[in-house]
T-cell receptor, first 115, second 113 residues
């Protein structure tokens, strides 16, 4: 596609429910990143996929968070037993190769509200 | 070690002014320093980036100044316009394929008429 596509754009869920957020990166982009943006905060790194390598999960805040990337393309971020502090905008980015050559291309994000 | 500190948190300038946003990093392994611009409801978009082998880079009205010894870099917006009103994020990272960016906390810029 022309850009990074994220769905849904908005999600309201009840505390304790599980949610799945989807990211469809730009075709051919080998690296995919998930970040979280809380109100008034910067972008917090969550997880990073690069080709067939093991993902870098060092930013996941708890074991309630997990992500997978199927077939080197679409990625799903799953949050189990959601808490109110999980409310944020979840951003996905992809890149073709080395950061210094291409930078990130971000999607518009999924705004998650846990009530 | 991985932090990137950004200031100010918010900034208001008049049209034509030159807002300056500053960032400082700790990790000397960082060798790629981009700035991203974000409009409401959109994801951040790459604006301009610099490598530490140069002290300044200009693209249009946007300039990055880089001070390697001080581990600081800044964004200057020349002849600012109301359309520049957005949130700006600095970031730092490596240049290899197995790299990720560490972002600052953002600066909300408002350019008034």
């Amino acid at each position: 596609g022309a850009g990074v596509s994220q769905s849904p754009s908005n999600k309201v869920t009840e505390k304790g429910k599980d949610v799945e957020l989807r990211c469809d990166p730009i075709s051919g982009h080998t690296a995919l990143y998930w970040y979280r943006q809380s109100l008034g905060q910067g972008l917090e790194f969550l997880i990073y996929f690069q080709g067939n390598s093991a993902p870098d999960k060092s930013g996941l805040p708890s074991d309630r968070f997990s992500a997978e990337r199927t077939g080197g393309s679409v990625s799903t971020l799953t949050i189990q037993r959601t808490q109110q502090e999980d409310s944020a905008v979840y951003l996905c980015a992809s890149t073709l190769g080395a950061l210094s050559n291409y930078g990130y291309t971000f999607g518009s994000g999924t705004r998650l509200t846990v009530v | 070690q991985q932090q990137v500190k950004q200031s100010p948190q918010s900034l208001i300038v008049q049209k034509g002014g030159i807002p300056i946003i500053n960032c400082a990093y700790e990790n000397t392994a960082f060798d790629y320093f981009p700035w991203y611009q974000q409009f409401p409801g959109k994801g951040p978009a790459l604006l301009i980036a610099i490598r530490p082998d140069v002290s300044e880079k200009k693209e249009g009205r946007f300039t990055i100044s880089f001070n390697k010894s001080a581990k600081q870099f800044s964004l200057h917006i020349m002849d600012s316009q109301p359309g520049d009103s957005a949130t700006y994020f600095c970031a730092a990272g490596g240049t290899g394929t197995a790299s990720k960016l560490t972002f600052g906390t953002g600066t909300r810029l408002q350019v008034t008429l």
